[in-house]
């Protein structure tokens, strides 16, 4: 990364927030089937959940572009972040209290999927906003290479996760992301 964007206070925010929310989602994208599979033992629902996490960005991928041009993306990203912890935390609630159904897994799935289809535009098109054109080429390659590195590290932390914590705490660490 360049020293000039590491001076961008902004986009210093901005890549730490995303780099802590993309690893989170990295963690419960391994997570939610697992925890289908050991609910349900059943392939085919571990698999509904897994493809419910792809569907929203085909329902609503374009909608989300419209709607991130016409509002202020800085706070569609802080609901849709949000409202996509307070869905994390159903799930540690639900193991705790005993109301985990495998319909409430897929649709927490969906929802956490749906708001990251809102949240992703509006970061992507607000980093040329708070970077100068000098700086916009290293702003987007650091966000990049951290979510290529969520993606390579999350599994590995769900994995290590689960059989330290447990699923219950790892959600709930993961709603605290």
Do not use: C
């Amino acid at each position: 990364m360049s020293a000039s964007i590491i001076k961008n206070r902004n986009f210093v925010f901005l890549w730490i927030g995303h780099l802590i929310s993309h690893a989170g989602d990295a963690v419960y994208a391994i997570a939610l089937p697992w925890l289908m599979l050991e609910l349900t033992g059943s392939k085919s629902l571990t698999a509904l959940v897994s493809m419910s996490a792809y569907l929203p960005a085909l329902l609503f991928g374009l909608l989300a572009g419209v709607i991130v041009d016409r509002y202020d993306r800085k706070w569609i990203m802080i609901l849709s972040d949000v409202l996509r912890a307070l869905l994390v935390v159903v799930v540690p609630l639900s193991l705790i209290y005993g109301f985990v159904t495998p319909l409430l897994i897929g649709m927490v799935t969906f929802f956490l999927s749906t708001f990251a289809t809102l949240f992703y535009p509006a970061r992507d098109s607000l980093i040329p906003q708070i970077t100068s054109p000098e700086e916009l080429p290293a702003a987007n390659s650091a966000i990049s290479i951290s979510g290529q590195m969520s993606h390579l590290l999350g599994p590995l932390f769900a994995g290590v996760g689960m059989s330290f914590l447990g699923l219950t705490h790892l959600f709930t660490a993961d709603a605290l992301s």
